[in-house]
């Protein structure tokens, strides 16, 4: 697997993208974290988090300029949450004070910091917690004195003195009164400063700096020229930023377009540069999301009330705790999950694609020990819905079937996991089910019908009748081919066998003149199309809907049906129209499920799903067959069988087609794995028999067994066939390897064909042998 | 443990070749390289081991699964 691909994909996951306040927040506050902390009334949780971004949450809590809520999405349902005044209902309500600030091993680096505004402050600030040594020159007798100007109203001073006494607490340098360069310097000159310290930052404030002339590069004479991504100057050693950056534009507002939050941002990311200075680093490497950004992250606002916001009983004392719990809740606290959404598989594991795709890539280069996520990896259903639902078109069913290539190739897939598909795979190729012939009387075939084998299993006499229908109503020669397309290889990420096995189908095709396919089942039509390009594949729903339907085709019993669209054609509107035109001319009515056509889901099949992790499958199965009270139409027999196992009435589409004759067809339970290999055994004989007048004869078992519907259940449930108690019988009776229980005089016996041996406790009776119960292990005894 | 449990779990087999009642011995269990030395039912005579439908679905399941994960 290739790593870079492999992060390619992490990254098509949006769901660690910030939400839209976050993004937009210079320094991007976790917003959406801070309220949840609020939604469940814990304002000290809350307040940590607004504090882990915000060197100075008291005062900014009052002031900042909250660039954040004009992109709430709540902005259109209600109005936008009010952070900032959320902000405040921390500072106000939380009752643990903040832990102490921590700060790195002191470093011997000396920075100079000049201007004690916010930006300086905040450079300070940062700069200390990293362990440089700070000198903080101010030219005025106070720090943070323009703050202290916007009135008490506005930010109480107290709050300022409380956030400023946090800093001081730590080990900064302040010089007061000391104005570095300009005319009425009273500090030393930034000359001497920059000779004196390792680095400096510059926050002086909005105006002029035409003092700084003979040191720095200034913009129309009177503005330091600033790089906007690194607050780069023109002297390598000098950063600056602030409202000497940003506030160029004095006719913005009335406070010359003051920003205290991009104050902050500047002193933070001037000091990022400083740190990559004294590095040696690039400044301006990968600071793409530096400042606000416009994030990837997708939430649907779909189904969400409007919620009108919180007012505050008394502006000028903020949100009440009630009032900020209120408004807290009407977050929407955003994320996408679009995938997890609709997929119990995404939805089981408690994660989303991005942290899946890592731990299946972990779980894939392990290479002595427990591999933890084969579990993850073998559950998927490869049914691309997930691809259709994301907004970066992620498809983590894709990813998965790599993992399970991958991991086959490098011999680590777990044996046993896929093996009894690819049993049922290998009985469906070989000689005991497989033909390929022209049509009865013809020497050349324009089309090829090819049922499946999950049809044939499922209902033999429909895969007949319909092929009769084909024959008399196409003209050319309608071929027949039984076999399976190879589906469950593909799915086990058996590149090899699935090669083999479509290379073994296109060869028998080619030789039948390379007519026209013709595909009863979805699966056998997405395999055709998407990996045997030269064989043309048409859905039998499509020429059904062309050709006509056999004249005894009637409606059911039922009149109203909700179709199941089958995944693996969720995006073949042609074949999803047939179906509707098809139940149309049958009279039935149809209800649509909301989850239709492109957005249908699976049925627990696809991908060998129900073999690797039966309980996903279930819920699979259960949340799908309750999305209407209304029979389920399915195309594809395992979808119906499925349905129907779970108690759900379902049609397939041929059942209607071809007419019933046996009882009520959506009630009908699917056969069991031992009769689904004999139907297919028994559909080949038959048209043999019938279509191509040969004689053969369905010989009885000289092994006949007698199997109770509790020995039946116990069967399906161990995936133990008949045929391989037949084997464990022929083997004890040929050989005497047997062994009796002389508390019930029973028979007990095992037999070994390849890699899983199987018990079988009988009794032999007049009529047979009757079966008491049956196991199996793959362990090997000796 | 209930007299009718440990009973269902060694019951009294009589090896049908032999003839001979089967008894408690060492046998070796094996899956994807590793090996366990278990006690279990078997012929004295021809060797022929039982594997009680108890431990085949219970005790080996498990190893097999956890074996096929490593």
């Given at each position: 697997?290739?790593?870079?691909?492999?992060?390619?994909?992490?990254?098509?996951?949006?769901?660690?993208?910030?939400?839209?306040?976050?993004?937009?927040?210079?320094?991007?506050?976790?917003?959406?974290?801070?309220?949840?902390?609020?939604?469940?009334?814990?304002?000290?949780?809350?307040?940590?988090?607004?504090?882990?971004?915000?060197?100075?949450?008291?005062?900014?809590?009052?002031?900042?300029?909250?660039?954040?809520?004009?992109?709430?999405?709540?902005?259109?349902?209600?109005?936008?949450?009010?952070?900032?005044?959320?902000?405040?209902?921390?500072?106000?309500?939380?009752?643990?004070?903040?832990?102490?600030?921590?700060?790195?091993?002191?470093?011997?680096?000396?920075?100079?910091?000049?201007?004690?505004?916010?930006?300086?402050?905040?450079?300070?600030?940062?700069?200390?917690?990293?362990?440089?040594?700070?000198?903080?020159?101010?030219?005025?007798?106070?720090?943070?004195?323009?703050?202290?100007?916007?009135?008490?109203?506005?930010?109480?001073?107290?709050?300022?003195?409380?956030?400023?006494?946090?800093?001081?607490?730590?080990?900064?340098?302040?010089?007061?009164?000391?104005?570095?360069?300009?005319?009425?310097?009273?500090?030393?000159?930034?000359?001497?400063?920059?000779?004196?310290?390792?680095?400096?930052?510059?926050?002086?404030?909005?105006?002029?700096?035409?003092?700084?002339?003979?040191?720095?590069?200034?913009?129309?004479?009177?503005?330091?020229?600033?790089?906007?991504?690194?607050?780069?100057?023109?002297?390598?050693?000098?950063?600056?930023?602030?409202?000497?950056?940003?506030?160029?534009?004095?006719?913005?507002?009335?406070?010359?377009?003051?920003?205290?939050?991009?104050?902050?941002?500047?002193?933070?990311?001037?000091?990022?540069?400083?740190?990559?200075?004294?590095?040696?680093?690039?400044?301006?490497?990968?600071?793409?999301?530096?400042?606000?950004?416009?994030?990837?992250?997708?939430?649907?606002?779909?189904?969400?009330?409007?919620?009108?916001?919180?007012?505050?009983?008394?502006?000028?004392?903020?949100?009440?705790?009630?009032?900020?719990?209120?408004?807290?809740?009407?977050?929407?606290?955003?994320?996408?999950?679009?995938?997890?959404?609709?997929?119990?598989?995404?939805?089981?594991?408690?994660?989303?694609?991005k942290r899946y795709i890592r731990e299946l890539y972990n779980n894939y280069c392990i290479v002595l020990g427990m591999h933890?996520?084969?579990?993850?990896?073998?559950?998927?259903?490869?049914?691309?819905?997930?691809?259709?639902?994301?907004?970066?078109?992620?498809?983590?069913?894709?990813?998965?079937?790599?993992?399970?290539?991958?991991?086959?190739?490098?011999?680590?897939?777990?044996?046993?996991?896929?093996?009894?598909?690819?049993?049922?795979?290998?009985?469906?190729?070989?000689?005991?089910?497989?033909?390929?012939?022209?049509?009865?009387?013809?020497?050349?075939?324009?089309?090829?019908?090819?049922?499946?084998?999950?049809?044939?299993?499922?209902?033999?006499?429909?895969?007949?009748?319909?092929?009769?229908?084909?024959?008399?109503?196409?003209?050319?020669?309608?071929?027949?081919?039984?076999?399976?397309?190879?589906?469950?290889?593909?799915?086990?990420?058996?590149?090899?066998?699935?090669?083999?096995?479509?290379?073994?189908?296109?060869?028998?095709?080619?030789?039948?003149?390379?007519?026209?396919?013709?595909?009863?089942?979805?699966?056998?039509?997405?395999?055709?199309?998407?990996?045997?390009?030269?064989?043309?594949?048409?859905?039998?729903?499509?020429?059904?809907?062309?050709?006509?339907?056999?004249?005894?085709?009637?409606?059911?019993?039922?009149?109203?049906?909700?179709?199941?669209?089958?995944?693996?054609?969720?995006?073949?509107?042609?074949?999803?129209?047939?179906?509707?035109?098809?139940?149309?001319?049958?009279?039935?009515?149809?209800?649509?499920?909301?989850?239709?056509?492109?957005?249908?889901?699976?049925?627990?099949?696809?991908?060998?799903?129900?073999?690797?992790?039966?309980?996903?499958?279930?819920?699979?199965?259960?949340?799908?067959?309750?999305?209407?009270?209304?029979?389920?139409?399915?195309?594809?027999?395992?979808?119906?069988?499925?349905?129907?196992?779970?108690?759900?009435?379902?049609?397939?589409?041929?059942?209607?087609?071809?007419?019933?004759?046996?009882?009520?067809?959506?009630?009908?339970?699917?056969?069991?794995?031992?009769?689904?290999?004999?139907?297919?055994?028994?559909?080949?004989?038959?048209?043999?028999?019938?279509?191509?007048?040969?004689?053969?004869?369905?010989?009885?078992?000289?092994?006949?067994?007698?199997?109770?519907?509790?020995?039946?259940?116990?069967?399906?449930?161990?995936?133990?066939?008949?045929?391989?108690?037949?084997?464990?019988?022929?083997?004890?009776?040929?050989t005497g390897e047997k062994m009796e229980d002389t508390a019930t005089g029973r028979l007990l016996a095992s037999y070994r064909?390849?890699?899983?041996?199987?018990?079988?406790?009988?009794?032999?009776?007049?009529?047979?042998?009757?079966?008491?119960?049956?196991?199996?292990?793959?362990?090997?005894?000796? | 443990?209930?007299?009718?449990?440990?009973?269902?779990?060694?019951?009294?087999?009589?090896?049908?070749?032999?003839?001979?009642?089967?008894?408690?011995?060492?046998?070796?269990?094996?899956?994807?390289?590793?090996?366990?030395?278990?006690?279990?039912?078997?012929?004295?005579?021809?060797?022929?081991?039982?594997?009680?439908?108890?431990?085949?679905?219970?005790?080996?399941?498990?190893?097999?699964?956890?074996?096929?994960?490593?």
């Amino acid at each position: 697997m290739d790593r870079q691909r492999v992060r390619e994909r992490e990254n098509q996951c949006i769901q660690e993208q910030p939400p839209t306040c976050t993004a937009a927040c210079p320094i991007h506050v976790d917003a959406r974290g801070m309220i949840e902390g609020i939604g469940k009334q814990d304002f000290s949780a809350a307040f940590a988090i607004f504090n882990r971004f915000v060197p100075f949450p008291r005062i900014i809590s009052r002031i900042c300029d909250h660039p954040c809520e004009p992109e709430c999405l709540r902005h259109e349902l209600g109005g936008a949450i009010r952070i900032n005044a959320l902000e405040r209902a921390c500072v106000d309500y939380s009752t643990k004070k903040p832990a102490c600030v921590t700060y790195s091993a002191k470093k011997s680096t000396r920075i100079a910091v000049v201007g004690g505004g916010l930006s300086g402050l905040t450079a300070a600030f940062d700069l200390i917690t990293k362990g440089y040594q700070v000198v903080l020159f101010e030219a005025t007798g106070q720090l943070a004195g323009r703050l202290r100007e916007l009135g008490e109203e506005s930010l109480p001073q107290q709050l300022i003195d409380e956030d400023l006494a946090a800093l001081q607490s730590l080990p900064v340098e302040v010089r007061l009164n000391t104005r570095v360069g300009g005319y009425a310097q009273t500090g030393p000159s930034l000359s001497a400063v920059i000779e004196e310290f390792d680095a400096v930052y510059l926050g002086v404030g909005p105006d002029s700096a035409a003092y700084l002339e003979n040191e720095l590069t200034l913009e129309a004479g009177e503005r330091i020229a600033i790089e906007p991504l690194t607050f780069a100057t023109s002297h390598p050693k000098v950063f600056a930023g602030g409202s000497q950056r940003y506030s160029r534009d004095k006719d913005n507002d009335g406070a010359n377009g003051f920003s205290p939050i991009t104050s902050v941002h500047d002193g933070r990311y001037a000091v990022l540069s400083i740190e990559r200075f004294l590095q040696k680093a690039s400044l301006s490497a990968n600071r793409d999301q530096q400042g606000p950004f416009k994030t990837k992250l997708f939430t649907t606002t779909k189904g969400i009330e409007p919620a009108a916001t919180v007012p505050m009983t008394d502006p000028s004392q903020g949100y009440s705790r009630e009032e900020a719990v209120g408004e807290a809740k009407r977050c929407l606290h955003c994320e996408c999950l679009e995938c997890v959404k609709v997929c119990e598989y995404l939805a089981h594991f408690k994660s989303y694609p991005k942290r899946y795709i890592r731990e299946l890539y972990n779980n894939y280069c392990i290479v002595l020990g427990m591999h933890p996520s084969n579990r993850l990896m073998n559950s998927c259903a490869l049914c691309e819905l997930c691809t259709t639902v994301c907004p970066e078109n992620l498809s983590m069913g894709g990813f998965v079937l790599e993992t399970r290539q991958a991991m086959v190739e490098i011999g680590k897939m777990p044996p046993s996991v896929h093996a009894f598909a690819l049993r049922d795979l290998a009985f469906s190729t070989s000689e005991q089910f497989t033909l390929a012939r022209h049509q009865p009387g013809h020497q050349s075939s324009r089309y090829l019908f090819f049922p499946g084998c999950q049809l044939s299993a499922s209902s033999p006499g429909q895969v007949f009748d319909i092929y009769q229908h084909l024959q008399q109503s196409i003209a050319g020669g309608v071929g027949l081919m039984l076999g399976c397309c190879g589906a469950p290889a593909d799915w086990a990420g058996r590149k090899d066998l699935f090669g083999e096995t479509l290379a073994a189908i296109q060869k028998q095709w080619e030789e039948l003149g390379s007519p026209q396919v013709i595909t009863a089942c979805s699966s056998c039509y997405r395999m055709f199309k998407d990996h045997a390009p030269s064989m043309p594949v048409e859905s039998l729903w499509t020429v059904l809907d062309r050709v006509g339907l056999p004249a005894s085709a009637a409606p059911a019993s039922s009149t109203l049906v909700a179709i199941h669209d089958a995944c693996t054609t969720r995006h073949e509107n042609e074949i999803q129209d047939s179906v509707r035109h098809l139940l149309g001319k049958l009279g039935v009515e149809i209800s649509e499920l909301k989850d239709n056509r492109s957005l249908t889901t699976c049925c627990g099949y696809g991908g060998l799903m129900s073999l690797a992790n039966p309980e996903v499958a279930g819920k699979v199965v259960q949340r799908r067959i309750h999305d209407s009270e209304a029979d389920y139409l399915t195309y594809c027999a395992m979808c119906r069988d499925n349905f129907a196992a779970k108690g759900k009435r379902t049609f397939h589409l041929l059942d209607l087609i071809c007419g019933s004759s046996n009882g009520d067809a959506a009630q009908r339970k699917g056969p069991g794995y031992s009769q689904r290999h004999e139907n297919r055994a028994r559909l080949k004989s038959r048209v043999r028999r019938e279509l191509w007048g040969e004689n053969v004869v369905d010989e009885a078992d000289p092994i006949q067994l007698i199997l109770s519907p509790e020995v039946l259940q116990i069967m399906e449930k161990r995936m133990v066939l008949a045929e391989d108690i037949r084997k464990v019988i022929a083997h004890a009776e040929a050989t005497g390897e047997k062994m009796e229980d002389t508390a019930t005089g029973r028979l007990l016996a095992s037999y070994r064909p390849i890699a899983v041996t199987y018990w079988v406790e009988y009794s032999v009776r007049e009529t047979g042998f009757e079966i008491h119960n049956v196991y199996s292990h793959r362990m090997e005894v000796s | 443990m209930t007299d009718k449990q440990k009973a269902s779990d060694t019951p009294s087999l009589v090896c049908q070749k032999c003839q001979q009642p089967m008894t408690m011995g060492k046998v070796v269990v094996s899956y994807l390289g590793a090996k366990f030395p278990i006690e279990l039912l078997r012929c004295p005579s021809c060797g022929l081991i039982y594997v009680p439908e108890s431990l085949a679905t219970g005790k080996m399941e498990q190893v097999e699964q956890s074996l096929e994960d490593k």
